[in-house]
């Protein structure tokens, strides 16, 4: 018997139901049940919550989210071998989890008419983490659907989204992206030898709160010049801007930036005003 309900050991679901993880899909499962408790605790208080999971492989992650209470998951998996598995916890748990057969990077989150209040909290394939982040943080209209977005990551992924120009060598477009439009911190570490099989990275869970009124910009401008100026990270932003076919020193001194600096030493607000300054001198 598992700490968190009466189903079997998950050691015990992926022999019955053959399930050795593919290293093609991204997939390292997670097999401590405590461990799996502890990020569906950290998403918050689940009651009455709607958790959105991406790869629940044996599930994991899924029982946690059901056992601390979540009013019903939503649980998108590639693999069709664990199908059965993820119809077994459906059984435990009748009319609380709804298993999605498919490819989560090609889901239309606003059809699936989730309700809410609405979460992601996923254990994220180490292979497309990174490109579903992306798309979730890129979403329009913002705020999201989703209040909050509770991932795990491999550790430098997960310092890039949470990295500021404290942090030159992991700060970039992403942590632009991120830092913008939401709150990231990290949680805690999770050893590799928690999964199977174990990676060769530590993984990180990191915690996301959208902003409700980001700092006023277009998404695609606020793109554009963090992928210039990160595009040659280690030259000043007055040769580093030139892509944008602009005049590089009026784009700069509108933004209120000084020329010799670089783009990791730029705050989220300094890439904002580079992204308004340059729809101003294009004029559109």
């Known amino acids: 018997m598992s700490a968190i309900d009466a189903l079997p050991p998950l050691r015990e679901v992926i022999?019955?139901?053959?399930?050795?993880?593919?290293?093609?899909?991204g997939q390292n499962f997670l097999l401590d049940l405590n461990?799996?408790?502890?990020?569906?605790?950290?998403?918050?208080?689940?009651?009455g919550v709607t958790a959105v999971e991406i790869g629940p492989g044996p599930g994991g992650l899924t029982r946690a989210l059901l056992a601390m209470g979540a009013r019903k998951v939503v649980a998108v998996e590639r693999d069709e071998r664990c199908l059965p598995a993820?119809?077994?916890?459906?059984?435990?748990?009748?009319?609380?989890?709804?298993?999605?057969?498919?490819?989560?990077?090609?889901i239309?989150?606003?059809?699936?008419?989730?309700?809410?209040?609405?979460r992601i909290v996923a254990n994220l394939p180490y292979n497309i983490a990174t490109v579903l982040l992306t798309g979730w943080i890129e979403a329009e209209p913002w705020p999201p659907i989703f209040e909050s977005f509770t991932l795990m990551f491999q550790r430098e992924v997960a310092e890039r989204i949470v990295a500021?120009?404290?942090?030159?060598?992991?700060?970039?477009?992403?942590a632009v992206l991120c830092g913008w439009r939401t709150s990231a911190r990290i949680l805690f570490d999770i050893s590799p030898a928690a999964f199977t099989p174990p990676p060769k990275v530590t993984s990180s869970v990191v915690h996301l709160t959208p902003r409700a009124?980001?700092?006023?910009?277009?998404?695609?401008?606020?793109?554009?010049?963090?992928?210039?100026?990160?595009?040659?990270?280690?030259?000043?932003?007055?040769?580093?801007?030139?892509?944008?076919?602009?005049?590089?020193?009026?784009?700069?001194?509108?933004a209120g930036l000084d020329p010799t600096a670089r783009a990791e030493t730029i705050p989220v607000e300094g890439f904002v005003s580079l992204a308004n300054a340059m729809r101003d001198l294009r004029g559109r």
């Open 213 to 254: 009124d980001p700092l006023p910009c277009r998404l695609r401008d606020l793109t554009e010049v963090a992928q210039a100026a990160f595009g040659q990270r280690r030259k000043m932003l007055r040769q580093s801007l030139k892509p944008l076919a602009l005049d590089t020193a009026a784009l700069i001194e509108r």
């Open 164 to 174: 500021t120009p404290a942090q030159p060598k992991d700060y970039g477009r992403l």
């Open 15 to 25: 022999q019955a139901h053959g399930l050795q993880a593919k290293k093609s899909l």
């Open 108 to 118: 239309d989150w606003s059809r699936l008419g989730l309700e809410g209040p609405v």
């Open 35 to 47: 461990l799996t408790a502890r990020i569906a605790r950290a998403s918050g208080p689940l009651d």
């Open 86 to 106: 993820l119809a077994e916890i459906a059984g435990h748990y009748p009319g609380r989890l709804e298993v999605i057969s498919g490819d989560a990077l090609e």
